[in-house]
């Protein structure tokens, strides 16, 4: 059957989890570098297309062939080591400790911020042949995006980096659905599918992506957004990162671990 249940898949996730903290130093790297390269192409193909359409659902409806593109591969996102990796380590799997979780933490950080940097560089290269002209509408809008996504929020204080956080939860809620998902099937459409529904669904909410965000806002700052680095990281990437942890650790991976891996005794009748 190309269908799991959720006993299955939920082992699955733990296995992967464990995987990952034993990956080599290299393999870790480099995927995370095409991970963080493919969605931020992603998003620089949603942002075009809303630009030039001024609708946003489509932008949505387009962005997660990035993510599918990136997950077929066997890439790693921060946002899904954050979900899978904890796994392993409270299932007490031989050798998976919390040190070797922060590990493949922080080279997966490394490696996303590493190749959404890089595509970063080659958007805006294209856009300006080279930096000699402007780069037209899609470089406001993108340095529209950075100044309100960062300053927007400093001006409203705690109160403003505490809703950056709750988007961070919310969108790493979705897109750890749509790594869940993928593993529903075993058939790739199937697979496509599952994952295509939730990350659609985060974007249109304009809910917050650590990686997207490695993209977009340097991609910003380097077409002229009117703010510092400091207000990128400060006002959007540290809670940005840390809503991401939360949500995807406990909304998704916590609670499928709780019921379907440690699963309590049915009571009697």
């Known amino acids: 059957m190309s269908y799991l249940e959720p006993s299955e898949f939920a082992k699955k996730m733990v296995d992967q989890g464990e995987q990952k903290i034993f990956m080599s130093t290299k393999d870790t790297l480099v995927r995370a570098f095409m991970a963080g390269a493919i969605l931020a192409l992603a998003a620089f193909f949603a942002i075009t297309v809303i630009t030039q359409t001024g609708n946003a659902l489509i932008g949505a409806i387009l962005f997660?062939?990035?993510?599918?593109?990136?997950?077929?591969?066997?890439?790693?996102?921060?946002?899904?080591?954050?979900?899978?990796?904890?796994?392993?380590?409270?299932?007490?799997?031989?050798?998976?400790?919390?040190?070797?979780?922060?590990?493949?933490?922080?080279?997966?950080?490394?490696?996303?911020?590493?190749?959404?940097?890089?595509?970063?560089?080659?958007?805006?290269f294209i856009l300006t042949y080279g930096y000699q002209i402007d780069g037209g509408a899609v470089a406001a809008k993108v340095a529209t995006i950075g100044e309100s996504r960062t300053l927007g929020y400093k001006e409203q204080g705690v109160l403003g980096w505490f809703t950056i956080?709750?988007?961070g939860m919310l969108c790493n809620w979705m897109v750890s659905m749509g790594v869940v998902g993928a593993m529903i099937?075993?058939?790739?459409?199937?697979?496509?599918?599952?994952?295509?529904?939730?990350?659609?669904?985060?974007?249109?909410?304009?809910?917050?992506?650590?990686?997207?965000?490695?993209?977009?806002?340097p991609f910003?700052?380097?077409?002229?957004?009117?703010?510092?680095?400091?207000?990128?990281?400060?006002?959007?990437?540290?809670?940005?990162?840390l809503g991401n942890l939360v949500g995807g650790f406990l909304l998704v991976g916590l609670p499928i671990y709780l019921t379907h891996v440690r699963e309590t005794k049915k009571r009697a009748a």
């Open 165 to 167: 956080f709750i988007r």
């Open 64 to 124: 997660p062939v990035g993510f599918i593109m990136l997950y077929l591969m066997k890439y790693d996102l921060l946002t899904g080591v954050f979900t899978l990796v904890p796994l392993a380590v409270i299932d007490k799997r031989p050798g998976c400790t919390v040190k070797g979780m922060l590990r493949n933490w922080g080279l997966v950080f490394c490696g996303n911020f590493a190749g959404a940097l890089t595509t970063a560089f080659f958007a805006s």
């Open 185 to 217: 099937s075993t058939s790739a459409g199937a697979k496509m599918a599952a994952m295509w529904m939730p990350i659609m669904l985060f974007f249109y909410m304009v809910f917050e992506h650590s990686i997207v965000n490695m993209f977009l806002f």
């Open 220 to 241: 910003s700052m380097i077409m002229g957004g009117d703010f510092h680095l400091i207000d990128y990281f400060m006002w959007n990437e540290i809670p940005t990162a």
